[in-house]
């Protein structure tokens, strides 16, 4: 079946634009979670729904990150204002209920000049 | 918190050389661990998996024993291919992290015919 996938699959910005950087979950699948992939900070969790309750938003690094899970399924990960050292690449992963198996995206690369 | 430590690479090889990954990691209770691989221009790819002290995950040649004495999930494949050549990360779910994943920083193998 088809795997999470995520777009777009490259983002190039201006500083102190805002971006939106979506993921789609394999289909069934009620966790979500984003992560970011980065040269110096390697593999960070940001953000993790599951089903209808309240987000993790503990690894969010600043007010100007956000994330949304619509209906249950399609996530929109927002960046308010960015700054250069959000350029990383932005990584979605989901897995079953029960599972704890998580399976990422091909990411989302968003470099801010 | 919840750490995770992998030896520092690059890792070069010749081929058919025996490999090992060290991890170590720090968490309360009882984790769950697991290496991930990433191979040139695709996206993270579970490699296998333990979820308790003792179990011994083992995909593609490559084996890991969940060592709770020594907090350890090295990585070990007996004779590397050049197509092993990848970017692998140990992780864990902690057990009360509600799914989120903890990495290394990534271990680079180069694998030369």
């Known amino acids: 079946g088809a795997g999470v996938s995520q777009s777009p699959s490259n983002k190039v910005t201006e500083k102190g634009k805002d971006v939106e950087l979506r993921c789609d979950p394999i289909?069934?699948?009620?966790?979500l979670y984003w992560y970011r992939q980065s040269l110096g900070q390697g593999l960070e969790f940001l953000i993790y729904f599951q089903g209808n309750s309240a987000p993790d938003k503990s690894g969010l690094p600043s007010d100007r990150f956000s994330a949304e899970r619509t209906g249950g399924s399609v996530s929109t990960l927002t960046i308010q204002r960015t700054q250069q050292e959000d350029s990383a690449v932005y990584l979605c992963a989901s897995s079953s209920l029960s599972g704890d198996t998580q399976y990422f995206g091909p990411g989302t690369r968003l470099t801010v000049l | 918190g919840d750490s995770v430590t992998q030896m520092e690479g690059p890792v070069t090889l010749s081929e058919e050389a025996f490999l090992t990954i060290n991890c170590t990691y720090t968490a309360t209770g009882y984790p769950s661990l697991f290496w991930y691989v990433q191979y040139p221009g695709e996206g993270l790819q579970l490699l296998l998996k333990?979820?308790?002290?003792?179990d011994k995950g083992s995909n593609k040649g490559f084996e890991a024993t969940y060592r709770k004495e020594t907090t350890s999930f090295h990585l070990e494949k007996g004779s590397v291919q050049v197509s092993d050549s990848a970017v692998y990360f140990c992780?864990?779910?902690?057990?009360?992290?509600?799914?989120?994943?903890?990495f290394g920083q990534g271990t680079i193998l180069t694998v030369h015919p």
């Open positions: 992780a864990l779910r902690g057990a009360t992290s509600y799914g989120k994943l903890t």
């Open positions: 333990a979820t308790k002290a003792d």
């Open positions: 289909s069934g699948h009620t966790a």
